[in-house]
């Protein structure tokens, strides 16, 4: 294994991310955004730590909204930082 397999991983479970919010509701373009929990057990990226939950997947779709490929959504109070993803343009 080298760099360059490393990268067609990441690659790949970014197509793989992106591919599983299209078949979720709450990320087509009328939709919401979905948690990023929601779209880690639908992608069957869960980890099952006892911290840092979430990472991956987080990592993932913020390379993802840094590329485009998906919107990253701020709801709730001005105080409450909570955000929803969806497909990007």
Request: net charge positive.
């Amino acid at each position: 294994m080298n760099e360059r397999d490393g990268q067609r991983l990441v690659d790949e479970c970014k197509r793989h991310l992106v591919g599983t919010m299209a078949n979720v509701s709450e990320c087509g373009e009328e939709g919401t955004g979905a948690r990023n929990a929601d779209l880690e057990a639908a992608c069957g990226f869960r980890l099952d730590l006892s911290q840092q939950k979430g990472w991956f997947t987080w990592s993932l779709l913020q390379s993802l909204a840094a590329e485009g490929a998906v919107e990253v959504l701020r709801v709730g109070s001005r105080g409450t930082r909570r955000y929803r993803l969806k497909r990007g343009c």
